[in-house]
């Protein structure tokens, strides 16, 4: 029981980390996986009567639609990649959703289904809930705006493959560090004056929403919203509406490659450590 007890609360820790980090994606996870179990468009064709199958983990399921014959034989993931290519990938619905009105509801449900038989129809083989679900967002503008340091997957992505044998910059790749530095640093100044409009120039507001900048997206602590809203001695509402307008400058932003977004995250998060701290101080000897 405890073995359970502890895989359980491993899995809760999981799904809540996951849910953090890719917000969008884990609710369209999620909203996929319902609609394949309670439409009846779809059904399962890996169930031959064994009495463990209806307590075999959802993603290795295997669904297809309802009127296809049960015995349709399955497709590799590289054929079904290339199959649901055809379909196009649907427009955003920017339409605001959820308890505190902070999210985009991205697509409708019944467009969703849609978009579901869609895939199928393009894969005409059945497929495993896991692989169903990525075919399926890969047709749709998923955006999860989290901002993690970029640089902690070189070591597994062989990032470093191509710098020197000694690990140092040549000339030209300094000159364009330095570049792509000054170009990050325009981005933050940018970005923070764009913040700083959002509030019509008050420094209080402007101050706060920095401190929900930091310890929502920046601060390497990955505090709640509760716990922000905690330490900044404010309401989870506020720290929502604060949230919602960073969101919207942060998509704002469009970096044409992925180093200059590096560049632009690590300059944000020195310079935003350096604001609130110096208004930590400021506040301490208030």
Not at 61 to 80: F, Q, T, V
Not at 93 to 114: F, H, K, P, W, Y
Not at 192 to 198: A, G, R, V, W
């Amino acid at each position: 029981i405890e073995c359970e007890v502890g895989q359980i609360e491993l899995t809760n820790l999981l799904t809540a980390e996951l849910r953090k980090r890719h917000p969008e994606s884990y609710r369209l996870a999620r909203r996929i996986s319902t609609l394949i179990q309670s439409s009846a468009n779809f059904c399962r064709f890996d169930t031959s009567g064994i009495d463990d199958e209806p307590h075999r983990r959802l993603a290795d399921r295997i669904y297809g639609l309802s009127e296809w014959p049960l015995n349709k034989p399955r497709r590799d993931s590289n054929e079904l990649e290339q199959r649901i290519k055809m379909i196009a990938v649907r427009q955003r619905d920017t339409r605001m959703v959820g308890c505190t009105g902070d999210s985009q509801i991205v697509i409708g449900n019944a467009d969703l289904e849609d978009l579901i038989i869609s895939v199928l129809e393009a894969a005409d083989a059945p497929v495993d809930v896991r692989a169903l679900r990525i075919l399926v967002m890969s047709r749709l503008p998923v955006m999860d705006i989290y901002l993690v340091p970029l640089g902690g997957d070189d070591a597994e992505d062989g990032g470093n493959q191509f710098e020197p044998v000694d690990g140092g910059d040549d000339p030209e790749q300094g000159l364009m560090r330095r570049e792509s530095e000054r170009e990050a640093a325009n981005f933050v100044d940018g970005f923070l004056k764009s913040l700083h409009e959002t509030v019509r120039g008050k420094v209080k507001q402007y101050n706060r929403m920095l401190g929900v900048l930091w310890h929502c997206y920046l601060s390497p602590d990955h505090a709640t919203q509760l716990e922000v809203a905690a330490t900044l001695g404010v309401s989870d509402s506020l720290v929502s509406d604060y949230r919602r307008r960073i969101e919207q400058e942060l998509r704002a932003l469009s970096f044409g490659e992925i180093e200059e977004a590096r560049q632009f995250e690590m300059a944000l998060r020195e310079r935003v450590r350096t604001l609130v701290l110096i208004g930590d101080e400021e506040s301490i000897m208030a």
